[in-house]
């Protein structure tokens, strides 16, 4: 007899009552054995066809485009992703405190009774994992979710509702099954940044099924999905998410629940709200239990499986072809059988509308890809601005902490999230039986993030192969701009790949279980009669189910590799062409991502000694907070607020007749600056003529043009952009000082030094009509004026308002961009406001299902 003693009277009797049978143990427990015993079933049997897979792939090979980007091998730890003070519900006593928490590398969200308690070391409070949970940021939202939680039960107009928050800005984590937990927070600032904290939790918890398992994660995750399918459950399923005992439990209280609330519900007693409670607090306690005896019970299937591993490793090896033979036999057997009415039903019910679903996906996919780019290139310019204007390789180290974890911040990266927030599938949702587009959003959202941090870490690698020879501040921001833009075109070719082969994943997830089930009437029943076609030796690794959704998958692949091709061919969305692939281009710098992870503190800080884990712990927790409102303005943010120095005195402007005062050396950095565009300007020149245009909008991808025998390290160059577009893909420049440059100017493409000079001369009118060729982007110094919302966009050059002035003498070694000498293409920056630096700390880890101390 299970009892869990907490909460009032009625709940103890409601659920020992209909939990307990004497000598039978509990009703829980018994649907639980029941649910995993089924699914157990499936999973052994998928087993020796995901470990067939593996070993087939791992023999014959078949991969895809090689990614130009490197990717971390060793993933970044003790970090705290954020942190900070907010409000939580405590529903024992019924009252709100402030709690301090801390979201570490593995986003488990940690709550301490203050801060001081997890300076000094003291066990957490609460630890969450937050996976399956849904962020609400309205008391309205949540107590519609109640009610509908327990039909029958809603509280009377005028009594109080089971929650009530003290303030205008809640923050919600809503579960289907396990406990809630409320929070609130004083200003609405505050609740979107941890709405981007919370979300980014649950993101990450979500995909907690190890992409890295090649044989355990698809085994699994294909059991589910037959189970379900043997249940008459197809579609997208919204509770797949968190780690293998987590889906598990979810799949068993999916079936379990409906009977416990129809069991216990009429049974409760008191008022709405306490009758609400009580409930939420019987669906944690069986929730927990069940995860408890899933856990137990998958954890002996997979030890099973692995004990059975090496046999059966050993048998796909020895007898390969003939696996492969048979599975061959019975699909051509099975195909004459389906492929006739699979096609008809694709013609008729899938065909019409693959272009309609495409066309969804695709907008604010590629919005959200173009925005990490945007982000991407903004953070290392402002880097590149403010090393300059402040100091060397000093001010670099500290930056480039904070930019190995851009990916992981969710502020930062929230632009670029919540492009996926527009994706709606209107009618097509209901037509193909998808339960909702979350499961898209957050995988794309993934993509995205593993997208931008593949970028910094080749930025990184690249920047800290190059740091050994330069000479000079000057040389560091030059090699930074042209690691800036190689990279950038990397970014664009596996930026592609990667939405392709998302579109088609999402295509195929969308669509095959339609067909599945609008085929099962007429085909799933004739399948057992192709059973005997499989030698009862292969029967482990070949399976007729498989075999049949691998045929309907045939069945409609064509159609939608011809949509993605064709979505490619137009440019609509900046997709490369399949046919343009790029193999071991860079080999070299495949080389050095093979290399020690670059830990910029300990290498370039000069410390003799590291520190003791806890005189890390309590420095680092000084800065880890970004939450905090005593946090002061970096000049990593860029604006006027950021660009005006604490104690610096105001702005002046400079006077035209005296040349300006040159801490760095400016002078003597724009004749070097000279001398090179009179060597460079011609070869700029004869690369603009081999037929690449330097017109591109800000983060496009075009085609790649491969030629044999290209040089290493090239990537594909950029197409040209869309018509219309008058500005060429020159770099701006900003007027030196005293420099009066009417709004009127213009941009053309480069051309020769010797026609004009890489800048104004201080001092220097230009007419309204003059059209002006800059080489160098605008980098102002802390003391410039200029306004706090100034951005430059993309595709236009920064052009100051009529009479706007300048006073940074620092702007020419600050922006000089020349040409990547190999893949001969000129970048321009975009525009963007900055957003707060990315924090570093240590802490405990956070695992398993929701715990309280």
Same mark, same amino acid.
């Given at each position: 007899?299970?009892?869990?003693?907490?909460?009032?009277?009625?709940?103890?009797?409601?659920?020992?009552?209909?939990?307990?049978?004497?000598?039978?143990?509990?009703?829980?427990?018994?649907?639980?054995?029941?649910?995993?015993?089924?699914?157990?079933?499936?999973?052994?049997?998928?087993?020796?066809?995901?470990?067939?897979?593996?070993?087939?792939?791992?023999?014959?090979?078949?991969?895809?485009?090689?990614?130009?980007?490197?990717?971390?091998?060793?993933?970044?730890?003790?970090?705290?992703?954020?942190?900070?003070?907010?409000?939580?519900?405590?529903?024992?006593?019924?009252?709100?405190?402030?709690?301090?928490?801390?979201?570490?590398?593995?986003?488990?969200?940690?709550?301490?009774?203050?801060?001081?308690?997890?300076?000094?070391?003291?066990?957490?409070?609460?630890?969450?994992?937050?996976?399956?949970?849904?962020?609400?940021?309205?008391?309205?939202?949540?107590?519609?979710?109640?009610?509908?939680?327990?039909?029958?039960?809603?509280?009377?107009?005028?009594?109080?509702?089971?929650?009530?928050?003290?303030?205008?800005?809640?923050?919600?984590?809503?579960?289907?099954?396990?406990?809630?937990?409320?929070?609130?927070?004083?200003?609405?600032?505050?609740?979107?940044k941890w709405r981007a904290v919370f979300q980014d939790c649950v993101r990450h918890c979500n995909n907690g099924i190890s992409e890295d398992s090649k044989v355990e994660a698809p085994a699994f995750t294909d059991a589910v999905r037959m189970y379900r399918q043997s249940k008459e459950q197809y579609g997208t399923w919204d509770m797949l998410c968190g780690n293998e005992t987590q889906v598990l439990s979810n799949l068993v209280m999916e079936e379990l629940l409906p009977e416990l609330r129809t069991t216990i519900g009429p049974r409760l007693k008191g008022k709405a709200q306490e009758r609400q409670r009580t409930w939420i607090q019987i669906s944690d306690a069986v929730y927990r239990m069940v995860y408890e005896q899933t856990k137990a019970q998958?954890?002996?299937?997979?030890?099973?499986?692995?004990?059975?591993?090496?046999?059966?490793?050993?048998?796909?090896?020895?007898?390969?072809?003939?696996?492969?033979?048979?599975?061959?036999?019975?699909?051509?057997?099975?195909?004459?059988?389906?492929?006739?009415?699979?096609?008809?039903?694709?013609?008729?019910?899938?065909?019409?509308? #693959?272009?309609? &679903? /495409? *066309?969804?996906?695709?907008?604010?996919?590629?919005?959200?890809?173009?925005? %990490? =780019?945007?982000? !991407? $290139?903004?953070?290392?310019?402002?880097?590149?601005?403010?090393?300059?204007?402040?100091?060397?390789?000093?001010?670099?180290?500290?930056?480039?902490?904070?930019?190995?974890?851009?990916?992981?911040?969710?502020?930062?990266?929230?632009?670029?999230?919540?492009?996926?927030?527009?994706?709606?599938?209107?009618?097509?949702?209901?037509?193909?039986?998808?339960?909702?587009?979350?499961?898209?959003?957050?995988?794309?959202?993934?993509?995205?993030?593993?997208?931008?941090?593949?970028?910094?870490?080749?930025?990184?690698?690249?920047?800290?192969?190059?740091?050994?020879?330069?000479?000079?501040?000057?040389?560091?921001?030059?090699? #930074?701009?042209? &690691? /800036? *833009?190689?990279?950038?075109?990397?970014?664009?070719?596996?930026?592609?790949? %990667? =939405?392709?082969? !998302? $579109?088609?994943?999402?295509?195929?997830?969308?669509?095959?279980?339609?067909?599945?089930?609008?085929?099962?009437?007429?085909?799933?029943?004739?399948?057992?009669?192709?059973q005997e076609l499989i030698f009862e030796d292969f029967a482990s690794f070949i399976l007729v189910e498989n075999t049949y959704e691998e045929v309907v998958l045939q069945s409609v692949m064509k159609d939608i590799m011809q949509a993605v091709k064709e979505a490619a061919v137009q440019r609509k969305h900046n997709l490369y062409r399949d046919s343009m692939v790029m193999h071991n281009s860079d080999p070299n710098l495949h080389l050095l991502g093979e290399g020690i992870p670059i830990d910029w503190g300990e290498e370039y800080s000069g410390q003799p000694e590291a520190e003791p884990d806890t005189d890390k712990r309590r420095r680092a927790k000084q800065v880890v907070s970004v939450i905090q409102d005593d946090e002061g303005v970096l000049p990593y943010e860029v604006g006027a607020e950021a660009l005006l120095q604490p104690g610096s005195p105001e702005p002046r402007e400079p006077d035209p007749g005296a040349p300006p005062s040159s801490p760095d050396g400016v002078e003597e950095i724009r004749e070097a600056l000279a001398k090179e565009s009179l060597g460079d300007g011609v070869e700029a020149e004869e690369r603009l003529m081999n037929g690449t245009d330097a017109t591109q909008k800000s983060g496009a991808t075009e085609e790649v043009a491969v030629a044999a025998g290209s040089v290493p390290g090239d990537v594909p160059p950029q197409g040209p952009a869309s018509e219309g577009d008058g500005v060429h893909r020159a770099t701006p420049a900003s007027p030196t000082p005293g420099a009066e440059v009417p709004s009127g100017a213009g941009v053309q493409r480069a051309a020769p030094a010797s026609s004009m000079p890489a800048s104004p001369v201080p001092g220097a009118d230009v007419p309204s009509e003059s059209r002006v060729q800059h080489a160098a982007p605008a980098s102002p110094k802390p003391r410039a004026d200029?306004?706090?919302?100034?951005?430059?966009?993309?595709?236009?050059?920064?052009s100051p308002a009529p009479g706007a002035e300048t006073s940074s003498p620092s702007a020419g070694p600050a922006c000089h961009q020349p040409s990547d000498k190999e893949t001969g293409e000129e970048v321009a920056p975009p525009g963007g406001e900055c957003s707060p630096p990315q924090p570093m700390s240590t802490t405990e880890s956070g695992e398993g299902v929701q715990t309280e101390f």
């Open positions: 007899m299970c009892c869990f003693i907490f909460g009032p009277l009625d709940f103890v009797v409601c659920f020992r009552s209909s939990c307990g049978r004497a000598g039978h143990g509990s009703a829980s427990a018994e649907k639980t054995g029941k649910v995993l015993g089924e699914f157990c079933r499936c999973y052994k049997e998928q087993y020796g066809v995901a470990l067939f897979n593996s070993v087939r792939y791992e023999i014959e090979g078949n991969g895809g485009p090689q990614a130009q980007l490197l990717h971390r091998k060793v993933p970044l730890e003790d970090h705290v992703i954020y942190s900070g003070n907010l409000f939580q519900y405590i529903e024992e006593n019924k009252k709100w405190r402030n709690r301090f928490c801390v979201v570490p590398h593995n986003y488990g969200l940690v709550l301490y009774e203050n801060k001081l308690a997890y300076e000094r070391d003291l066990s957490p409070r609460v630890l969450v994992n937050s996976a399956g949970y849904k962020i609400l940021t309205s008391v309205d939202q949540y107590l519609e979710l109640v009610n509908n939680s327990l039909p029958g039960v809603t509280p009377k107009s005028g009594q109080s509702p089971i929650l009530k928050c003290p303030t205008d800005f809640p923050l919600i984590l809503w579960h289907p099954y396990a406990r809630h937990y409320y929070f609130c927070v004083m200003t609405g600032k505050e609740q979107e998958y954890d002996a299937a997979t030890a099973k499986c692995e004990q059975e591993r090496p046999q059966m490793e050993s048998t796909i090896r020895t007898d390969m072809d003939q696996i492969i033979t048979s599975k061959e036999h019975l699909a051509s057997k099975i195909r004459a059988f389906v492929l006739p009415k699979a096609e008809i039903c694709v013609r008729n019910h899938v065909q019409p509308y #693959i272009s309609s &679903i /495409l *066309e969804a996906l695709m907008t604010p996919t590629s919005q959200g890809f173009a925005e %990490v =780019r945007e982000v !991407f $290139f903004k953070e290392v310019t402002d880097m590149n601005m403010n090393i300059v204007n402040e100091g060397g390789l000093e001010k670099l180290v500290e930056y480039m902490e904070k930019l190995s974890h851009l990916a992981f911040h969710p502020v930062k990266m929230q632009s670029c999230y919540e492009k996926m927030d527009q994706l709606k599938l209107e009618g097509l949702q209901q037509r193909f039986d998808v339960s909702s587009t979350s499961v898209f959003k957050q995988r794309a959202q993934i993509h995205m993030r593993q997208q931008m941090d593949d970028a910094v870490y080749t930025f990184e690698t690249l920047l800290h192969q190059e740091l050994g020879k330069l000479q000079g501040k000057d040389d560091l921001c030059k090699s #930074i701009q042209r &690691i /800036l *833009e190689r990279v950038l075109k990397k970014y664009d070719y596996d930026s592609s790949t %990667v =939405r392709k082969k !998302f $579109f088609r994943e999402a295509l195929l997830q969308i669509t095959i279980p339609f067909l599945l089930k609008k085929l099962a009437p007429t085909c799933k029943g004739e399948l057992a009669k192709f200029v306004p706090s919302e100034a951005k430059v966009p993309h595709d236009t050059p920064a």
